[in-house]
Structure formats: structure tokens, C-alpha cells
């Protein structure tokens, strides 16, 4: 069982970055990979990032080159780094884990929510 425990949301002005934070309750370098997603009012839920325990980062099209995934592995948390531009970003953001060998689990946390200001 890993719980994920989400913060940094709130309500965030235009122009301004956005950093949110992930704490597992387990070590993430036993975790194959954990990912940020998000779901705007109205929409599905769609990936943002992913990173692995070794450390590979993959960013959706949509915010490649605008946004960064990082981690601290001794206080098992990972972090996404995002320009607030547009209010369209308004979401929740969900963290999410996979766990697992042969067998692998999935962990969401619950949501922090991001309304992005004009």
C-alpha cells in the first residue's frame, strides 16, 4: 500500500509558476514510476509526467518544454514545476504511483486543485 499525499495547490495568478509537491508513504526508489495527471472541469483526467525510480522523465506534448518533473528521494517526493499561463490550466492535479514487480499496482492521491487566475 502507498499513499500519496498531494500539495502546492491553490489559486495561482497568470504569469506565475506553479510548483506541486507528491509525498509517498513509501520509499519512491521502490516505486517503478510515479506520474502527475491532471482533470479540468468537464474533461477526462490526462497525463502530464511521468518519472521512473531511475529517473527518467516523460512530459505530455502539451506541456514538453514548458514544465519540470523533479524528485527528492530522501524525503520521497516528487515535484512538478509549471508556468500558470492560461486559466484553461485550472485542474486537479492527481499524483500516481506504480508499484509492483509481475504484479504492479496503481496508487492515485487525492487531488490538489490548481485555478489559475486571469
Known amino acids: 500500500q502507498v499513499q500519496l499525499v498531494e500539495s502546492g495547490g491553490g489559486l495561482v495568478q497568470a504569469g506565475k509558476s506553479l510548483r506541486l509537491s507528491c509525498t ?9 514510476a510515479m506520474g502527475w495527471y491532471r482533470q479540468a472541469p468537464g474533461k477526462q483526467r490526462e497525463l502530464v509526467a511521468t518519472i521512473t525510480s531511475g529517473g527518467s522523465i516523460n512530459y505530455a506534448d502539451s506541456v514538453k518544454g514548458r514544465s519540470t518533473s523533479s524528485r527528492d528521494n530522501a524525503k520521497n517526493t516528487v515535484f512538478l514545476q509549471m508556468p500558470s499561463r492560461k486559466p484553461e490550466q ?3 492535479y492527481y499524483c500516481n504511483a506504480k508499484k509492483g514487480v509481475g504484479v504492479v499496482l496503481t496508487y492515485w492521491g487525492q487531488g490538489t486543485q490548481v485555478t489559475v487566475s486571469s
Do not use: M
Not at 509517498?24 to 517503478?32: E, H, K, M, Q, V
Open 90 to 92: 485550472t485542474a486537479v
Open 24 to 32: 509517498a508513504s513509501a520509499s519512491i526508489l521502490r516505486i517503478n
